[in-house]
């Protein structure tokens, strides 16, 4: 997400589309979040465009193994569904805090230390 550290790896190859909704939960993990599906839940994140083909191998190498790119159904705030990508947490869950709302960017500020105010 804007702001954020691993949002520089989008480096003018990915259009911001607005925010969405997914049925999942997000947990605290400690130093990063993880989504988790689950469908009785909802995170709610950014909807980025991939232009370049080639980003996806570097966005898939710095989320790393415990994370899966999965195709899913997202919710735009107007309310119109689409398919795009998500990155599944898979690792172990037994240290993650449920993240109030599903949704870290109202959580983070106060609790990552990778949380960055956007410009």
């Known amino acids: 997400m804007r702001g ?4 520089r790896l989008l480096d003018g190859r990915a ?3 607005g925010r969405g909704q997914v049925a999942g939960r997000i947990v ?3 130093s990063y ?8 839940g909802h995170l709610h994140g950014e909807i980025y465009r ?3 083909p ?3 191998g ?3 190498s710095a989320e790393g193994p ?3 790119r999965r195709e899913v159904t997202v919710r735009s705030e107007d309310g119109r569904e689409q398919a795009a990508c998500i990155y599944w947490y898979i690792g172990p869950l037994d240290r993650g805090v449920p993240i109030p709302g599903g949704d870290y960017r109202a959580y983070a500020p106060a609790t990552s230390i990778y949380h960055q105010p956007s410009p």
């Open 54 to 56: 080639a980003l996806w």
């Open 50 to 52: 991939v232009a370049d």
């Open 66 to 68: 415990q994370y899966h």
């Open 33 to 40: 979040p993880g989504a988790v599906p689950d469908p009785g």
């Open 58 to 60: 570097r966005l898939d």
């Open 4 to 7: 954020f550290r691993l949002h």
């Open 15 to 17: 259009a911001y589309l």
């Open 28 to 30: 605290d993990l400690g």
